[in-house]
T-cell receptor, first 113, second 118 residues
């Protein structure tokens, strides 16, 4: 009965480095989402997967951000050449169907120095 | 474009008071879904409720109730007899089929910080 899990819980990196954030959705959930939450703000949509394919990546801020879900389960969010403005909590969620309630993981707090 | 507005940034009440959190949304779709999430100090978003646009019946779950009014594009949340454990940030969110992406994207409001004092 595990929920959505995310690793690492915290990541500190230096400007310009590459980072990968992992999300393990609830078993059987075909839809997976990534959001970013800055301090004092609501979560901001990044990308949504239906199965292995990205159904909507309109929220990715630029081409430094990329996400994959090769086997339709675990997903990895990849950020190249990190910038200080990328510092935020990155949230992953999953749902059985796209219009269903989304269940969120605990997030990964990314700090770019 | 979709938009969710939570005009109340912070609300402070004393335990046992009733409190209503306001949510106003904008969408061009006729079919959409509305959600409320709670984010306690621990940080993890907790799902509270999901309503579709065709069901305007108010809903009650224990001390929680929701008032959905399409005429005013509002989906307000009331906590009756608030408790200290209700202290959290509450987010209202909307999903629709804008751009044909089949409801996957949640658009969140800015959140309302609720503090319940003993």
């Amino acid at each position: 009965g595990a929920g959505v899990s995310q690793t690492p819980s915290n990541k500190v990196t230096e400007k310009g480095k590459y980072v990968e954030l992992r999300c393990d959705p609830i078993s059987g959930h075909t839809a997976l989402y990534w959001y970013r939450q800055s301090l004092g703000q609501g979560p901001e949509f990044l990308i949504y997967f239906q199965g292995t394919g990205a159904a909507d990546d309109s929220g990715l801020p630029n081409d430094r951000f990329f996400a994959v879900r090769p086997e339709g389960s675990v997903s990895t969010l990849k950020i190249q050449r990190t910038e200080r403005g990328d510092s935020a909590v990155y949230l992953c969620a999953s749902s059985a169907l796209a219009q269903d309630e989304q269940f969120f993981g605990p997030g990964t707090r990314l700090t770019v120095l | 474009a979709q938009k969710v507005t939570q005009a109340q940034t912070e609300i402070s009440v004393v335990e046992k008071e009733d409190v209503t959190l306001d949510c106003v949304y904008e969408t061009r779709d006729t079919t959409y879904y509305l959600f409320w999430y709670k984010q306690p100090p621990s940080g993890e978003l907790v799902f509270l409720i999901r309503r579709n646009s065709f069901d305007e019946q108010n809903e009650i779950s224990g001390r929680y109730s929701w008032n959905f009014q399409k005429s005013t594009s509002s989906f307000n949340f009331t906590i009756t007899a608030s408790q200290v454990v209700d202290s959290a940030v509450y987010f209202c969110a909307l999903s629709d089929n804008a751009g044909g992406t089949s409801y996957g994207k949640l658009t969140f409001g800015q959140g309302t910080i609720l503090t319940v004092h003993p």
